[in-house]
């Protein structure tokens, strides 16, 4: 089973309306974080946001948040107030604990347009 | 800027060959983590260091291998390079080797080209 799943492989949105980037994981570790990571298309990755998986509220970052839903193993982002330099791949990661080493994995990604 | 730095930004060179890539973290980052990005394969954890110590490994291949330095830097050396291995080599530093300290800084990256 893929231990990130991103469905979406594109999305478009319009400049200051509110997006939904999807994310599901799979992991059996109780300890595990949740990553969002920007890639514009000058190739540099930029962390977004992270979700510990015993926070108990949704991360959330300026105009980004996490919806996290433990029990359906979703960790879906949030943009509100969409900008045209919101326009860009976007990734979704977990880090699986120390009992199962510690292991990071990526989703496939998201490619977000902002329409003006 | 991250406060990352990588070297080279871009390396072109022929299958069989060695390369070496070298990563500075940010001021204070014990950590670093070293990520492979292909369009194959797209984005893949390699190997964390935390302090001059391995802490996590990846889907590192056994011809590939990194240390960190004493003064932190690290370095991630590719060898008997295949075509395949062309690719973005990306390096993150962070605080600490845990879940508890999660943001990751990027470098700019390193583009492998393997003729």
């Known amino acids: 089973a893929q231990k990130i799943t991103q469905t979406q492989p594109g999305m478009f949105v319009q400049e200051k309306e509110a997006v939904t980037l999807d994310c599901t994981y799979d992991?059996?570790?109780?300890?595990?974080?949740l990553f969002w990571y920007k890639q514009p298309s000058s190739g540099e990755m930029i962390f977004l946001i992270y979700q510990g998986s015993y926070d108990q509220q949704n991360a959330t970052e300026g105009r980004y948040s996490l919806n996290f839903q433990k029990a359906r193993k979703s960790a879906n982002l949030v943009i509100s107030a969409s900008q045209l330099g919101d326009s860009a791949m976007y990734f979704c990661a977990m880090r699986e604990g120390p009992n199962t080493g510690n292991q990071f994995y990526f989703g496939t990604g998201t490619s977000l347009t902002v329409i003006p | 800027d991250s406060g990352v730095t990588q070297t080279p930004k871009h390396l072109i060179t022929a299958t069989g060959q060695r390369v070496t890539l070298r990563c500075s973290p940010r001021?204070?980052?014990?950590?670093v983590y070293w990520y492979q990005q292909s369009l194959d394969q797209g984005l893949q954890f390699l190997i964390q260091?935390?302090?001059?110590?391995?802490?996590a490994k990846g889907n590192i291949l056994e011809r590939f291998s990194a240390q960190q330095f004493p003064d932190l830097h690290s370095e991630l050396n590719l060898s008997s390079l295949e075509l395949g291995d062309s690719a973005l080599y990306f390096c993150a530093s962070s605080a600490t080797g845990s879940l508890d300290l999660y943001e990751q800084y990027f470098g700019p990256g390193t583009r492998l080209t393997v003729t």
């Open positions: 260091y935390y302090n001059g110590e391995e802490r």
């Open positions: 001021s204070g980052d014990l950590s």
């Open positions: 992991t059996s570790d109780p300890s595990y974080g």
